[in-house]
Structures are given as C-alpha cells and as structure tokens.
C-alpha cells in the first residue's frame, strides 16, 4: 500500500499535490470571489460580531494554529490567541465574549485537545474543530467541524494533514475578512487563483527532491540543525525543525530569526547547519541581514527561496527553490521543502521513517 514509495511518509508528502486539492474541492468559486464553508455553523452576521478566536492545538497542529493567528489577524482583522492545549486546560484562561475556539486536531483523539476544548466549551463559547479523521471524539464535541480530506496519514510525522490544516485556515480567514470588509471580492477572486495553483507548485518542488536529497546527505552528519523564518515562515521553522528531530533524532531548534540576537546566536559555530526560509515577502530583507549574521559564524547557511531569486545565491551556501508565488502563501510551498529535508536525513541516517521511536500517531495519554 506504499505505492512504490520506500515509507509512508514519502507517499504522503507526494500526496499533498491531491490532498489540498481535495481540501479545495466545493469550497471556492473563483468566478464569484466566494468562498463556501457550509458545515461551519456560523450566519455573515455572527462572523461579523466575532471579537476573538481562540486557537487550541498541539504539536504539529499547533505550528498550523500560529500560521492561522497570523491570517487571522492580518487579512481579518480579529484578535486571535493560540494556546498549546495542555497549557491552556490549566492556566485559568480569562473569557471574552464573542470568541470563536478553533480547535486542530489531525487525528481528532488527543487527549489534552479534546481537555481544552470542554474546558472552552464550559464557558458557552462556539467550537469549531479541524480534524482530518471522520467520526473522531472531536467531531462528536466540538459545534461545527470541517475536515481536511487528506486521507489516511499513516506515517507518525505529520504532512499532508499539516497543509491541509493551513488551507482550512487560509479560507477561513478570507472568508472572515470577506464578511467583515477586510477584504474585496476581486481580491478574493485573484486569492482563489493564487490558492489553486499551489498543488501544481508542490508538484514542482517535488520533481525536484533529489537537490533536496543531496542537501540533506552532505548535513547528515550534523549535530545540532537551526531553522529560522520571520512573519509567516516562523510557524514553519519550527515545524521543519519539529519533522527532523521526530524522525532523524538529531537536534534540531526553530526561531524566529529575529530572535537570534537575543541568545541563541550564542550556540552557533563552525558548520553548524541554519535553515533560514527567506521567500519575498515584507521580511525579506531582514532575513538576508540574518542570514549575513550567521554566515559571520561560520555557520553553513541553507536558505530556502523562490526561483527567480538571484541574490540569495550570494550568501548562502546552498539554495533550496520553491516556486515564485503570491507572499501569504509561500508557508505552503517552503514546508514540503522541509519535510523532504527530514525524510532524507533519517534516511541518510537509517531511522525508523514512519514509526519513529517514542512517538504514537495519536496521543491518548495527557
Ligand atoms: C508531529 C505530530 C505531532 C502531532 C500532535 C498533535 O508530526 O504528528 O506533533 O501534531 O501529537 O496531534 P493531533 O493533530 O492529532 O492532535
């Protein structure tokens, strides 16, 4: 059933070309600038009197969650707080009226998730759950629900429940903005343009992995990696850092590259590897001066940026290219990048793919 794929990890990361399609699939008319999200439960008025949403995840879903906060914030407008769940459940949160909780959960079972989303449910607040299993505890709690459709994700290492999850969130989040004005409909038309190509753009990168896969053997030997990103590639970092230390056991750390600064640039030496995802965007430039910081280091930079980039090549010792495309959604294209960085360590490495040691698909226990 790996369809001629070595682990199930590398299947599904090919499958998120197919999979965000699905995801796509009913939800949006180009031709109307609409996008359709029919099992939420919530009327134009109610998402207009949101003054809040509340995230609820873990893991991978929560770096998912933090992409969302920025989306929601930026193209919304509406304050968002993102709590990793087995916080949130004792923390003693302060409640506001007109939240919405938004709660990810791939396999819709973790304990703690479903913990904090009773413990906001108490409260009367709408609960709206992002899950990828149908018929998983989180459906039968949370209000409403809207499901991934990546199919079965067999592999312990998140990846295509991961995108799916984002683009659940990118629709949210122009839709919100649509329904409160943030947004016009011929923005959102050329959105939906935008947001379609992206399979496509994940198939490129994909037919491209063996400049990955030699990246990641000529590392493989490194001790500890560095990802950094800025804005919308910070939620990313650390999710390209959480996929190589589940599955190579090497260390591995995420910071928002403006951080570096403030304490971690002290651990950086002599080849030591720093992934730093510099896609145009508003933060570009500020990632070339991070990336200039680090190479005076010493340190190996490998930058991940778009094609028709011409500069990076510069400063960085290697370049790992994703397709030019629209800034808010390059965070899609980068992570396929970082998974196949993972996968080709472990396997540089000789790990256990798909059942990595230590780590279960769905996590019962709190
Ligand atoms: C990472 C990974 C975990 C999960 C976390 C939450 O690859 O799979 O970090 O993301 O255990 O799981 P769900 O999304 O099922 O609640």
Same mark, same amino acid.
């Given at each position: ?6 682990h ?37 008025d ?31 407008g ?14 003693n ?6 939240t ?37 505890t989180i ?5 409403s ?14 990846t295509k429940?991961?995108?799916?999850q ?17 947004l @016009? ?22 037919n ?8 990641a053997e ?42 570096l ?18 896609t145009k ?8 001066s ?33 397709? @030019? ?6 965070p ?35």
């Amino acid at each position: 059933e790996k369809a001629g794929y070595e682990h199930f990890m590398l299947k599904e990361i090919h499958e998120q070309v197919s999979a965000i399609h699905n995801t796509l699939a009913g939800k949006v008319s180009e031709l109307e600038g609409a996008i359709y999200l029919k099992e939420l439960n919530l009327n134009d008025d109610e998402i207009k009197k949101l003054s809040r949403v509340q995230i609820l995840a873990c893991g991978t879903s929560w770096h998912a969650g933090l992409l969302g906060k920025y989306l929601f914030e930026q193209l919304a407008g509406i304050h968002c707080d993102i709590d990793i769940c087995s916080e949130y459940r004792y923390r003693n949160p302060v409640m506001h009226e007109g939240t919405l909780a938004i709660a990810i959960t791939q396999s819709g079972e973790t304990a703690d998730t479903l913990a904090a989303v009773r413990e906001i449910m108490s409260y009367n607040c709408p609960t709206l759950a992002i899950t990828n299993v149908v018929g998983s505890t989180i459906t039968r709690e949370a209000n409403s629900v809207l499901y991934t459709r990546a199919g079965p994700e067999i592999g312990v290492a998140a990846t295509k429940t991961f995108s799916t999850q984002l683009i659940l969130l990118y629709l949210l989040a122009v839709k919100f903005a649509l329904v409160r004005g943030k947004l @016009s409909p011929d923005y959102v038309k050329s959105f939906i343009t935008e947001i379609r190509k992206v399979p496509g753009e994940i198939q490129q990168i994909l037919n491209q992995k063996e400049v990955i896969r030699e990246c990641a053997e000529n590392f493989a030997c490194s001790k500890s990696y560095f990802f950094l990103g800025r804005h919308l590639s910070y939620p990313i970092a650390l999710e390209g850092a959480l996929k190589l230390k589940e599955i190579s056991y090497v260390h591995a750390e995420g910071f928002a590259a403006g951080e570096l600064k403030h304490g971690p640039i002290a651990l950086l030496d002599e080849g030591a590897p720093v992934v730093a995802i510099a896609t145009k965007g508003q933060t570009y430039e500020k990632m070339l001066s991070n990336i200039k910081e680090v190479k005076a280091r010493d340190a190996y930079v490998i930058a991940v940026a778009n094609i028709n980039d011409t500069e990076i090549g510069k400063y960085a010792d290697v370049v790992l290219r994703v397709p @030019s495309c629209d800034e808010l959604l390059a965070p899609l294209l980068s992570v396929v990048v970082l998974q196949l960085l993972a996968y080709y360590t472990a396997l540089a490495r000789d790990c256990a793919i798909d059942k990595p040691r230590n780590l279960a698909k769905s996590v019962t226990v709190e």
